[in-house]
């Protein structure tokens, strides 16, 4: 996928998992890092977002490894499952690093180059939805914001925010209050006939 699109999938998974780990889901700082982790696993492709960013970095690990080598493969899964069970390092720090990173591999996991998954070895994994810039990669990438939008167990009105960016110049009529649950439907008791014949 490209880097935009690993950039939004990443946010979207933030905000799908951080209310599952117990972090506020649209914390710029925490929204920031788990952008970061989306970007990340790229950092063995010199001409990727990150790789240019880090290139002496990136060059060596391409040389050495390849694009798509260790950084996408369970190796990575397994280091970033070590980073979230590490109580040394702060979880609001890991937790939307990993969360990033582990929404690139999947990302990646629905073009057609899928995942080398079982690293060293050779052969990839798969689950071809999309090819890496095609049109339907956005579609993809739309349908995982909804998803996670809609995952929030409470979603914040963005009015406010809008409002301060001068993005909403005039106030929209307050939302609707819920309407009240109708009250429960009294049946009667099933009445128990014998049939004669």
């Known amino acids: 996928m490209m880097a935009g699109s690993h950039v939004a999938l990443g946010a979207a998974a933030w905000i799908a998992a951080a209310p599952q780990l117990g972090q506020p889901a649209l914390a710029p700082a925490a929204l920031g890092l788990a952008v970061l982790g989306a970007l990340l696993p790229d950092i063995d492709h010199p001409k990727s977002w ?110 406010p925010q809008l409002q301060r960016l001068g993005l909403l110049v005039a106030p929209l009529p307050p939302p609707p209050p819920a309407r009240p649950a109708a009250p429960p439907v009294k049946r009667r008791p099933a009445a128990w006939h014998s049939a004669s014949r």
């Open 50 to 159: 990150v790789g240019r960013r880090l290139r002496p970095l990136s060059h060596a690990i391409a040389a050495v490894f390849g694009h798509r080598g260790v950084t996408h493969s369970l190796v990575a899964v397994a280091g970033c499952g070590a980073l979230l069970l590490n109580e040394g390092v702060p979880r609001q720090v890991v937790a939307p690093l990993v969360v990033g990173y582990l929404s690139h591999l999947l990302g990646d996991l629905l073009t057609p180059g899928g995942l080398r998954l079982a690293w060293p070895f050779r052969g990839t994994w798969a689950l071809p939805l999309c090819r890496t810039g095609s049109p339907f990669e956005p579609l993809v990438v739309a349908l995982a914001l909804l998803a996670a939008w809609y995952l929030m167990p409470a979603r914040p009105d963005p009015r």
